[in-house]
T-cell receptor
Framework: QKEVEQDPGPLSVPEGAIVSLNCTYS??????FMWYRQYSRKGPELLMY????GNKEDGRFTAQVDKSSKYISLFIRDSQPSDSATYLC????????????FGSGTRLSIRP | NAGVTQTPKFQVLKTGQSMTLQCAQD?????MSWYRQDPGMGLRLIHY???????DQGEVPNGYNVSRSTTEDFPLRLLSAAPSQTSVYFC????????????FGEGSWLTVV
């Protein structure tokens, strides 16, 4: 079993919809949780960064961590065609970049 | 504002050939790393470095060599290319102050035939 599980999709939703992307994990030591966005033929870019549990909001994006369920989510409100990309979750127990474990990514398509 | 720069973007190799993927960053980051990305496998760490002169193995180091002679550069060498090394390779860097904030390059698409 992988340490981090992520549904690969693809997920296709109409423009303006609320999108929910999720990851589950097995390592209870994970404390740092990240979401990366990766456009086609590009490198991943950090979208959201959360430490421990709770919610974090940045514009149309909300990251949610539920450590009791070992479950993290990324919500996108008022989705736009420009949000079409692959979204990767990532997490680690410590602050060293070498210990980050990435999910395999969910491909998201927003239909105009 | 270059960030992390990788070359080449695309490369086709024959089995057994060697090559070097170049990576440079202009953010004065101590930490640099190489990942490969394969369908359904996510990003897997190949090698990393926490500073000039220091390198270490990641999850999938076999078949790859690295060196770190300067803070800016972190080349990845394929010693004898195999079809299993067909992948997309990403170089990344981060500072010591915010270790979990990784900046990725644009990627290098490598095909071994």
């Amino acid at each position: 079993q992988k340490e981090v599980e992520q549904d690969p999709g693809p997920l296709s939703v109409p423009e303006g919809a609320i999108v929910s992307l999720n990851c589950t994990y097995s390592n209870s030591a994970f404390q740092y949780f990240m979401w990366y966005r990766q456009y086609s033929r590009k490198g991943p870019e950090l979208l959201m960064y959360t430490y421990s549990s709770g919610n974090k909001e940045d514009g149309r994006f909300t990251a949610q961590v539920d450590k009791s369920s070992k479950y993290i989510s990324l919500f996108i409100r008022d989705s736009q065609p420009s949000d079409s990309a692959t979204y990767l979750c990532a997490m680690s127990a410590g602050s060293s970049a070498s210990k980050i474990i990435f999910g395999s990514g969910t491909r998201l398509s927003i239909r105009p | 504002n270059a960030g992390v720069t990788q070359t080449p973007k695309f490369q086709v190799l024959k089995t057994g050939q060697s090559m070097t993927l170049q990576c440079a960053q202009d953010m004065n980051h101590e930490y640099m790393s190489w990942y490969r990305q394969d369908p359904g496998m996510g990003l897997r760490l190949i090698h990393y470095s926490v500073g000039a002169g220091i390198t270490d193995q990641g999850e999938v180091p076999n078949g790859y060599n690295v060196s770190r002679s300067t803070t800016e550069d972190f080349p990845l060498r394929l010693l004898s290319a195999a079809p299993s090394q067909t992948s997309v390779y990403f170089c990344a860097s981060s500072s010591g102050l915010s270790g979990n904030t990784i900046y990725f390059g644009e990627g290098s698409w490598l095909t071994v035939v």
